[in-house]
């Protein structure tokens, strides 16, 4: 089978959907008229494209996460010096979708990845119910390679915004469907649930074998993805059932350590994809940011943030290499109005709980399962991952709460039980568990990146990454 993309146009492209009459409503059509579409001599500003993105940064996540690592690393964030960097384009972005000023991720990576804004929770699929052509589309027609890597399920909304289209985000079955049919190359993160399924889909109940059927290399553990030689292959790496366990957990459960984290995945997919003579474009996801903001997870959203971080020397390495590539490096909307809140008489105890946050070692996420399982409140766990030591009164208020399997919502009942002793550690405070319509930072570097304006909204951002690589 030949690794270059075979499919010759959009028409085909889009018969991969499994949508009835996906590819007719595309013969005569053309979503997004500001494209100049290839041209044949028309040289590409940029040959390649990488997309950092953090789902669901809020600006204060961001000032968390630096103040700490000012703090407890003596240097600053990796983010943070990339504001010295020469060649920076930065701009504020406003994320709204196309029925909220609040976005969801559905709505956000498709204003990216078809230049049209759609209702929250649809992926390429236009308020009227047509589907928009994905910039992967594009990229395939151009001979290009593509790739996409989260920390979420594979199939999670942000990652599936540059290549599906299905009216709701929710349908994950048919988001992999459409990898397969799609034919994207490289595919790294969770979600073996939707590739290993109880119900037939296109391909049977068994995708992995569909994949490598396709000529996919299959890899589901870290030591498979490390020892990968480069090759032009097509990759699919699915290292988790669920999403990709939060980097707190992966530090500090043993059980865990077979799981890759994001830059080892960022750097496995760029060595498959950068010998692609036409190019390619990657999308890299740090998607658990955002669920450790609906969760009020102090502790987890810092380290979900300098793992991502930990990916953005990879990337100006290899724009240093190839200085044909576009990078951009963004969010998608702000979770949970993250931030280090002023503590204690003239805020003194807001540094300290810079360090004091280092007892944690879980996310609530963690402690959940376990409670669960064992039916029990052992308040050893809640120690050992939050170093706080519970008096004999919570323990019996959170066993009460777990008894009550109704109303047993977790994280509701630790954070009312232990909510004075969660801000003494962390001086963490947030708007609500909910995303919120703050404007975002984006930078970008490289080809293209000019073009970007010093307020942009989301899906302007298309045409100006169409544009540059000429598709
Ligand atoms: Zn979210």
């Known amino acids: 089978m030949p690794d270059d993309f075979p499919l010759k146009s959009r028409r085909q492209f889009l018969k991969g959907a499994g949508i009835a009459g996906l590819a007719t409503t595309f013969a005569g059509a053309h979503a997004v008229a500001s494209n100049p579409g290839t041209k044949p001599g028309r040289k590409p500003k940029a040959k390649n494209l990488i ?27 990796n983010w943070t010096q990339l504001y010295a960097h020469p060649g920076l384009r930065r701009c504020v972005q406003d994320t709204a979708s196309n029925n909220s000023p609040v976005t969801d991720s559905a709505a956000a990576a498709s204003a990216w990845g078809c230049g049209q804004r759609v209702n929250n929770a649809a992926l390429n699929m236009d308020p009227g119910g047509k589907p928009c052509t994905p910039i992967f589309a594009r990229a395939k027609i151009a001979g290009m390679r593509t790739g996409l890597v989260s920390t979420c399920r594979i199939s999670h909304a942000t990652p599936a915004g540059f290549v599906a289209n299905v009216a709701s985000r929710a349908d994950e079955d048919a988001i992999v469907d459409q990898y397969l049919s799609r034919q994207v190359d490289v595919l790294l993160g969770g979600g073996a649930k939707h590739f290993q399924r109880t119900k037939a889909g296109a391909a049977g109940t068994d995708y992995f074998k569909a994949f490598e059927q396709a000529g996919y290399t299959l890899v589901r553990n870290r030591d498979q993805l490390l020892r990968l030689p480069r090759a032009d292959k ?18 500090n459960d043993d059980s865990l350590a077979q799981i890759p984290d994001l830059p080892a995945m960022f750097a496995a997919s760029l ?50 290499k190839n200085p044909d590539t576009m990078l951009i490096v963004t ?24 360090e004091t946050i280092n007892r944690i070692r879980h996310s609530f996420e963690w402690i959940e399962k376990r409670f669960l399982a064992a039916e029990k409140i052992d308040p050893n766990i809640v120690t050992h991952a939050t170093g706080i030591v519970p008096s004999d009164e919570q323990v019996a208020a959170m066993q009460v709460a777990l008894d009550d399997s109704d109303r047993w919502r977790f994280l509701a009942d630790f954070t009312r039980i232990f909510g004075s002793e969660l801000t003494g550690i962390s001086s963490v405070g947030w ?19 000019e073009q970007i304006p010093a307020f942009i909204r989301n899906y302007e951002l298309f045409g100006i990454m169409t544009d540059a690589l000429r598709i």
Request: charged share 20%.
């Open 51 to 77: 997309f950092l993105v953090v789902d669901g940064m809020s600006v204060g996540t961001m000032g968390l996460a630096h103040h700490w690592h000012l703090r407890n690393r003596k240097k600053a964030l």
């Open 234 to 251: 097509r990759l699919l790496g699915v290292f988790s059932a669920d999403h990709i366990p939060y980097a707190i957990d992966r530090r």
């Open 271 to 320: 060595q498959q994809l950068q010998g692609s003579k036409d190019g390619f474009i990657l999308q890299v996801e740090g998607g658990r940011v955002d669920h450790a903001g609906h969760s009020n997870d102090a502790g987890t959203i810092l380290h979900e943030q300098l793992e991502f971080d930990a990916c953005i020397p990879l990337a100006l390495e290899f724009i240093e």
């Open 331 to 354: 969010t998608d909307h702000g979770t949970g109005g993250c931030q280090l809140d002023g503590l204690g008489h003239q805020y003194l105890e807001s540094g300290p709980a810079l």
């Open 431 to 449: 708007s609500s568990q909910n995303h919120t319509a703050e404007n975002v930072e984006l930078l970008a570097f490289g080809p293209g990146s």
